[in-house]
C-alpha cells in the first residue's frame, strides 16, 4: 500500500498540475487521514490503514501559520498563485471549516491580494449551510464528480457514510455555475478484479450531460499521477484525456487536463 501524507496545518508551496504555484494548507493530521470517502485510488492511502487518533490544528493554529507562511513569502518576493485546501482528507470536515476560510481571505486580501483561495472538495458536506456558504465566497470551489453512476461511486469513491448522487448533484447545481468540477479518469481492476475504467461511452456520455447542466466555471480532468493503494490501476492514456476534453469544449466549457 502507497501512503503520501503532508505536512499541517502548511504546506508548500508546490507546483500544481492543474492550479499553478500553490500554498497548500492541510486541515487534517499529519499522521493520518481523516476522510468522508475512501477512494481506491487515494495518494494518502486507504482510511482503514492510515488511522490516526491526533485532533485536527485548531483555527487559531492554521491562522498563525499561514500568516507567518505568507508574510515570508511576501518578504522574499514569491509568486503565489493560489492557497489551496487539501491535504490528508476531506477539507471541509473541519468543525471550523467556515471560520478558516475567513481568516484565509483576510490574510490573502492583506499579503497577496491577487492570489486565488481554492478547496479541492468531495462536496460531502456542502449540505451543511455554513460549508456551502464558506464555498461560494472563494475563487476555486472544485467539487469532484468521478461519475454519474452510483453504482461506481460506492466501488471507487466509497462514501463512508450516506451519499445519494441525485442528491449531491441538486446541491451542486445550487452554486448556480460558482463551482469547478474535477473528475478522475482510471482503467484497471479494483480488489476484487473489476473493471474501473471510466472511460467508455457508458459513464462519459451521462457524465458529460450533468456536467453541462452544472454550468462550471472549469472542468478538471486528470488521471493517476503518484502511487495508489491499488497497484492494478492504470493511467488513461493522453489521447483518451484529449478525446474527452474536446467533447467538453465543443459544449462550451473550459477544460484544464491533467495528464
Request: proline share 6%; glycine share 6%; with cysteine.
Amino acid at each position: 500500500m502507497s501512503t503520501f501524507l503532508l505536512p499541517s496545518p502548511i504546506f508548500g508551496p508546490v507546483h500544481s498540475r492543474r492550479l499553478g504555484t500553490s500554498l497548500g494548507v492541510n486541515l487534517l493530521p499529519e499522521s493520518g487521514k481523516v476522510c468522508t470517502f475512501d477512494c481506491i485510488y487515494c495518494e494518502c492511502g486507504l482510511n482503514n490503514q492510515v488511522k490516526t487518533n491526533d485532533k485536527m490544528p485548531t483555527r487559531e493554529l492554521v491562522r498563525e501559520e499561514l500568516e507567518r507562511t505568507l508574510s515570508e513569502m511576501k518578504n522574499r518576493g514569491d509568486q503565489l498563485d493560489i492557497i489551496t485546501f487539501a491535504g490528508n482528507g476531506e477539507p471541509t470536515a473541519h468543525p471550523k471549516f467556515a471560520e478558516i476560510i475567513d481568516d484565509t481571505i483576510s490574510l490573502r486580501d492583506r499579503y497577496y491580494p491577487n492570489t486565488k483561495i481554492g478547496v479541492l472538495t468531495n462536496g460531502t458536506q456542502i449540505h451543511k449551510p455554513k460549508v456551502f456558504e464558506a464555498l461560494k465566497k472563494i475563487e476555486d470551489n472544485i467539487q469532484k464528480l468521478d461519475t454519474v453512476d452510483e453504482a461506481y461511486i460506492n466501488r471507487i469513491d466509497r462514501p463512508v457514510s450516506h451519499y445519494s448522487l441525485s442528491e449531491q448533484i441538486e446541491r451542486l447545481k445550487a452554486f448556480e455555475g460558482k463551482l469547478k468540477i474535477q473528475t478522475m479518469f482510471m482503467g484497471g481492476k479494483d480488489s476484487d478484479g473489476v473493471d474501473v475504467d471510466n472511460t467508455t461511452e457508458e459513464f462519459v456520455g451521462p457524465w458529460l450531460e450533468v456536467v453541462k447542466a452544472l454550468a462550471p466555471q472549469e472542468v478538471m480532468i486528470y488521471t493517476l499521477d503518484r502511487d495508489t493503494p491499488l497497484h492494478q490501476l492504470k493511467k488513461t492514456p493522453p489521447e483518451v484525456l484529449d478525446g474527452i476534453a474536446e467533447r467538453l469544449r465543443q459544449a462550451g466549457l473550459k477544460v484544464v487536463i491533467g495528464y
